[in-house]
């Protein structure tokens, strides 16, 4: 008789909903003395990531509050409720991530517009919402995100594929993949998860190749996009390994 009530619990969430506690921490990097641009940056990373993770609720037919159990009290056998709970359990947490990083967000342009008022700037405008917030949102929006050191290697790309459409080669040392980069991949996890997350949708890639001499390498921006109809097996057509 106590199975179904354990069963009940499939559907809850397994990260808890409350606020951050201690240091401000989003995808494993604390937030303190970071400059606006790289907190902007770190805000469209999650933003991104949560976007990619409704999209595979979405491939599930479910969403955030899906019962993921039958009247009966067991799991559901038509959905894979081990996934679903992990991503739900993903996007609960980054969620909480996403609220306290625009809190400091926030700090961060106060502070920005009382320096201005007290080095005498204080007849531009500065209210927020207005020109000035506007200039410092867009430019940091469009501000290039570090790309940091390589965790991925491309082993091989298969001809005709997307990843060979948009440019990838065999040798190839990934830094960003969407919002994923060495801080944040998890073995690689994250890749897979934005790509089923993205598909039909473009994907900055950011990779480090090797040149004919061996000595130098060439820093490229790639735009992939993840599709089924390429006639091959996966997303992608290409097999990528962690380093």
């Known amino acids: 008789m106590g199975l179904p009530q354990r069963m009940e619990n499939l559907h809850a969430p397994t990260v808890p909903s409350g606020p951050t506690s201690g240091p401000v921490v989003t995808n494993g990097m604390q937030t303190s003395g970071l400059t606006f641009p790289q907190l902007q940056a770190k805000k469209d990373n999650i933003e991104a990531e949560l ?24 799991p559901r056998a038509d959905l894979d409720v081990a996934q679903i709970r992990t991503t739900r359990s993903r996007i609960i947490y980054l969620r909480n991530d996403h609220k306290a990083l625009m ?69 190839d040392e990934i830094r960003n993949f969407g919002y994923v980069n060495h801080t944040n991949h998890d073995g690689l996890k994250r890749v ?37 109809d390429w006639g091959g097996r996966g997303l992608l057509g290409c097999h990528i390994l962690p380093l």
């Open 51 to 74: 976007r990619a993770l409704g999209s595979v609720l979405e491939s599930h037919g479910v969403d955030m509050n899906t019962r993921l159990i039958t009247p009966d009290g067991f």
């Open 192 to 228: 897979g998860e934005c790509v089923q997350g993205n598909e039909g949708r473009n994907v900055l890639v950011k990779v480090s190749r090797p040149t004919s001499g061996g000595q130098r390498r060439q820093e490229l921006q790639l735009t992939l996009t993840p599709r089924r």
């Open 103 to 171: 809190t400091v967000i926030e700090k961060h342009l106060h502070e920005h517009f009382a320096r201005l008022a007290k080095e005498g700037a204080q007849d531009e405008p500065i209210a927020t919402g207005g020109p000035a917030s506007t200039d410092i949102a867009s430019s940091s929006s469009q501000a290039p995100q570090p790309s940091g050191p390589p965790f991925a290697k491309v082993n091989s790309v298969v001809t005709g594929s997307p990843a060979e459409s948009a440019g990838l080669k065999a040798g």
